[in-house]
């Protein structure tokens, strides 16, 4: 007889399958954040150069990592927000638009009210996270009100965005020069310019909604079984439309640190960023069909992408090589961090 | 205190709700039993607000109300504990727990995890379980889910200050004796604060625990009996409308099975953690019937004989052909057929129509090079449509739209016009109406005549004792006991849980 | 009930809708010859949504289709010369063999093919890039005329591409509805469960279903090809999208098992129609894009069909 | 050099040679037997539609281009929303299917100017506007074995810009600034694009005569800001200290190198390509050494002029010679000096043109290699 009030048994092994599997995101990038070096290694190797593995390596060096943190925080800003979208088991295709229309409505304001941090132009920036969860918020109302699958409106929705982001410009590009709003890139502190610390506070707040608030909780809930949490007396419209919006802030953050980044908002300001964040998303481990990861699988994710961009051109890799090099490692990536045995199929 | 008055409910093509008159009084365990079928779940659902009757009235106290969706129903004090496993796995305890009411843990917009531990501990508590809150659902077993399913719903003590009626669908089909007499013990308990209604297949339990018990047929409540006056035989009587007989299990039908030939062969046949060292044969014409409760590991084996799982140790022999290589693929071709128990997920495909579903396993046959011969399909579809009486308009009928009978009907058409000779039937019978049981048991027989070895996963005991000519008892993976089920020698209930917990 | 019964009809209302509203505006746009040319140019994007209608039929997506074709234009425009008519098959081959590696990743390995037929993309693309030397490649005139030129005559009126959409629809509409496989698809698309519980090599299905998709890219890329006569690694860009919108506006949700071919012939009409009418009825170039998405909002609510879209909609 | 590298792009050397073997070797001359109608004599129209077709309108150069078009057309008397406006986003497939759904819209009375945002796309487009009668003027891309004079009247002409001799300039002005030594990272534009490959062959010319100069690396930034700023940072990365000179495709590619060098403090030398307004600014500031000035405002407004009057009758394109069909357009080469006087006379106050005067800034005919 089996005594079922007592506690599950507390696995034996430390080094479990799914312990491993867990934690595979981050061995990949550490196994990455190791193996560019060597190439450089064996380079100078080749080449009968001094070099001592790790110590002589210019991609394994704090600089670059700045470099690599710097190319991050966008995307990282984008993949949190579609992050809790996947959660739920839904998708978001609408961030290039959403940030684009960010972008520059932030430009405009922080031009139009002043042009720098010490004046009222500060306003454009909780202006453009307000514009990032309208934005959210309607693509949500669309998704949840009209029935249509969160693909399918979003990707409209995300036309739309950059539609309108090209109405408001004209198609100009506005330069934001302010010192102040651009020592986020150039002011660092122990190496790391201000934005990487914007971007490591915006991923605690989003940890902190994640792990500690209810509409966090209830993504989880609601991408662990929709209907089940509705039969528990969840209002799963409400969790949609909420994480809708939600997302729509941070790629508003996302934007902000775009322009931030290069100093210049336009219509392009969103470009690449649906299929690089959803890829990240993806490789840091948070499942495509909903329920499990979080926003720490998709800091990794971002940093793999990311260092294998950076790596491969530091290690010259020929251009025409590198897009099928990243997609290769991003299959490599995703499968070791997918857990076969749970899954009974995949689309 | 809470009372439905001449509920009726209507689905496309089903009446699935009569006339239902129900009354629950205070600190009373009112037990619901009928077939399944009858019309216990459609009613359990209109009790706790996913379904609005189309007709009729639910009070409360006398004040008619009306539920749009489970939450305002349980803000009336109305819970409900699930058969099927309806935590969400991937969340904690203490989260499924508090699922939907997590505002009173937060303090300035943060949850504050201790405050909800310690409550979801004050309420494993009330259900004797002593757990980590924290622990992941999935690490939990099927057992500690039910119970932590009930202290989910006894949450509602706390919310409402009115009084409670609380609905437990088959809470003791996973728990063990023990188990079983502590939930009891709890819910009596607990009739101090609410009332209960009580769902299960088990009649002995539920003639020990209610107060008065509701018997249902075909979407009519037919009787309500009080504790002193019940007996288990008139109550199933009311239940299927006639004495459970022999008859009713086409036990007369039953013939002795060809032993001189084995279909399926298993020879210590282990596959990881579900089951280990299994052997049995399955015989032509023989109906062998694998006994145990939830995830003891006889659908398990029922997946390997399909190619579904490979075993990790053992010889599997199909036709006297050692089985290498597991496949479904490999299954079908040697004359394997599979009912699964998912009925609307694994055994017909929803949106694909009759004919597409009936051939959907033996395409090859109604094809040349690989275009299909839809008229021959369509001529298969409308004799196996009479040969069954499957009740469709027409073959172009989209079996998602199909009863629960018909759609089982359609599945095992697929097989046998296939020409299996193996059928695997995981509860074949569950959630069918009666007169579409018999129709199955009909069909069991017919086909162990024709040669056809089965191997059955019953619905119930009382199905699983009255069809076969074999029965092996499994628990927790192992093999406990093995029955010969001839006519008149055929062992009794209380043998089988005897060695199934 | 009679509105039921009208909604699967809504995607070629909507057609039919879009076609009177642009026309009236407009009466220009209903001169035949005209509508025939407008039709004809929409031929590549229709043989990818194509494909892409088998992807997605069986719950999948297929994000490979558009590097497919770049790489296609690059093999068709450098090995013209060597094998003539002959670089059809090679194009075909390498689709099939892409499209097929992509549904080995998502279905053994477990990959989304979200994921997994974007990186194939990547694969296919760092493929062009190489071929082509990273730079645009024309084919010789008379070697194009004397392999494909058939491709762009008229017989009575109507332009050859046409006839190759037509063929190519009623090969795919034949393979959908008639054969064992794509029997199996619907089944994979509608309930992969029971598809597999039925003994149906569902593994097989799916990379099939992938490679189709890649070999119908590949022709979408050769007629591209032969049709601007020359070929890069960037040349079919654009495509992606429109593809995709092409096949949901149609009504094959990504649910998988619902709509089809003929649904998909329909969506890239629509498109097309969408299309057509920003320069018809003169939408300013700074508003266009917006006009598209919320167009195609309305357009979407309206042809999918809800009550197929079985339990949630995510 | 990553041996890698070496290796691969040795492996790409010989497979070039191999495909301009085949593809070019079999059959020089185009033959527009089956495809190109034959030229006829060509309707003209009194009053035709006018059209610009172009990538996008998030590249400033684009909106120079059109604002070039929109003064031709005002200086017809109309207003400026007369200018069709054709956006193909960077689809060939669209820029085909815009035009022609705009050739039926207006039965050929058309005259359009059109960058057909692929070099292959240009035949398919011309071929369907002297199918339609209508008229048109390319700029930038066509393949080498397209021309007007192939087309009759109908394809009017053809403008380029000669990148090479340019880039060649700004190059030198580089590595003067760089002290004749060091290393140079160049950023290029989609690598299939022609002025991509020459932008970076004029680079290569000049660096033959500086032979103390190392091109580092080079390697195709799309044209696209973000993009040219992560691969900066990670030259920086490569080669850190030991690149001394920046030699820029365009202007967006130049705004996002600068960014990366901000954020690291480095301060070195570089140059760019097309003379934007801002990057002119820049070029004030020091902070760009040079830029190109391609006066995309005449290219846009001479392209649509030549189509509109062409189209109108006013001039026959088939009786001019082959250099007023094919002809390069006009550089000025933009440094710190002058930048302030460019400023004045070309963006502050945009010059009146003569749309008229077809070739009087123009660069010659277009060399073939």
Known sequence: MTDITAQTAPRARWLTRERIIKWAPLLVLIVLVLLFPFFEWLEDFRESKEHLYLADSRFFSIRNAARIAIASTPALMVAIGVTFIIIMGSIDLSMEGTVSVCAVIFAFAFIGWGGTLTSWAWLAIPLALLVGAVLGFINGLVHVRLKIPSFMASLAMGFVGTGFALLLTGGDRIRVEDDLFRSLLTVRWFNFPIMCYVALAMLLIAWFIQSRTTLGRNFYAVGGGEELAHASGLNVSRVRIMGFTLAGIFFAMGALLAVGRIGIAETATGNNFMFISITAVVVGGTALWGGIGGVWNTLVGVLIVNVINNGMVVIGLPSYVQDGVLGLLVIAAVVLSTDRKTVSFVK | MYELRQVDKHFPGVHALKAVDFKVNRHEIVGLVGENGAGKSTLMKVIYGAYQPDGGDITIDGTVVRFQNPRQAMNHGIGMVFQEQSLILNLTVMENIFLGYEQQFVKFGVIDWKAMAQAAKRQLAKVKLDIDPATTTSDLSFAQRQLVELAKVLTLEERIDGDLVILLDEPTSVLAKEEVELLFGLVRDLTKRASFIFVSHRMDEVLELSDRIYVMKDGAVVDVVAHDEAEVDAIQHKMVGREVDKEYYREQKQKPYDAGTVLVGFDKVSCGRRYSDISFDLHPGEVLCLVGTEGSGREAILRTIFGLDSPTAGTVTIKGEPVTRFAAQGGVSRGVGYIPRERKIEGIVAGMNVYENMTLSQMGNYSSGGVLKVGEEKSLARAWIERLGIKTPDVYKDCGGLSGGNQQKVVLAKWRSGGADIMLLDHPTRGLDIGAKEDVYEMIREMSDAGVGIILVADTLEEAIGLSHTILVIKDGAFQKRFDGTPGAKPTLYDLVHHMI | ?314 | MSFIKKFIQQETVSRRNFLLASAYGVSGAAAMRMFGPSPVQAATYADPTVAWSYRNRTNPYWNEIVSGGEAFVESLGKSKDFLTHLINEGSSEKSLADVKALLAKTNGELALAIDTNDAPNARPVVEACAAAGAYVSTLWNKTDDLHPWDFGDNYVSHMSWSDEKPAEQTARILLEAMGGKGGVVHLGGIASNNPAIERLQGLKNALADYPDVELLDAQPADWDTQKANQIMSSFITRYGDEITGVHCANDTIGYGVLEALRAEGMDIPIVTYDGNPQAVELVAEGKILATVFTNPHWGGGITASLAYHAATGAFKPSEEPNEHREFYGPTIMVTPEDALEFRANYLDNVPTYDWKDFWGPSNGPIMYK
């Not at chain 3, 030129?149 to 008229?154: I, K, Q, T, V």
């Not at chain 3, 090599?201 to 591209?224: H, Q």
Request: charged share 10%.
């Open chain 3, 1 to 314: 009930m009679s509105f039921e019964r009208i909604k699967p009809h809504f995607p070629w209302i909507t057609l039919l809708v879009l076609v009177l509203l642009v026309g009236i505006a407009n009466p220009s746009f209903f001169d035949p010859a005209g509508l025939l040319s407008l039709v004809s140019d929409v031929v590549p994007l229709f043989i990818m949504a194509l494909g892409m209608t088998f992807a997605i039929y069986i719950g999948g997506i297929d994000l490979s289709v558009q590097q497919m074709a770049n790489l296609v234009t690059v093999i068709a425009t450098v090995y013209l010369a060597n094998f003539g008519i002959g670089v059809a098959l090679i194009a075909v081959a390498a689709g099939f063999i892409i499209g097929a590696f992509s549904g080995f990743v998502t279905t053994r390995l477990y990959v989304p093919s979200f994921v997994s037929t974007l990186a194939m993309g990547f694969v296919a693309l760092s493929a062009a890039k190489y071929l082509s030397g990273q730079r645009a490649l024309y084919m010789d005139a008379e070697l194009r005329d004397a392999s494909f030129g058939w491709m762009f005559g008229r017989t009575a009126g109507v332009p050859h591409e046409l006839v190759i959409a037509l063929v190519l629809l009623a090969i795919a509409w034949f393979l959908q509805t008639r054969t064992t496989f794509g029997r199996a698809l619907k089944a994979v698309g509608s309930g992969e469960l029971a598809a597999v519980a039925s003994g149906l090599n569902v593994d097989r299905v799916k990379i099939l279903a992938f490679a189709i998709s890649g070999v119908f890219a590949a022709i979408a890329g050769l007629i591209f090809s032969v049709k601007l006569s020359g070929g890069d690694a960037n040349l079919a860009n654009g495509f992606l999208l429109l593809a995709i919108v092409a096949v949901l506006v149609g009504g094959t949700p990504l649910t998988g098992g619902v709509g089809g071919v003929v649904n998909t012939a329909i969506g890239t009409l629509i498109v097309m129609v969408i299309r057509a009418a920003m320069v018809y009825l003169e939408i300013d170039a700074t508003q266009q894009q917006m006009v598209f998405g919320i167009v195609l909002i309305a357009a979407i609510a309206l042809t999918i069909d809800r009550s197929k879209l079985r339990g949630v909609v995510k």
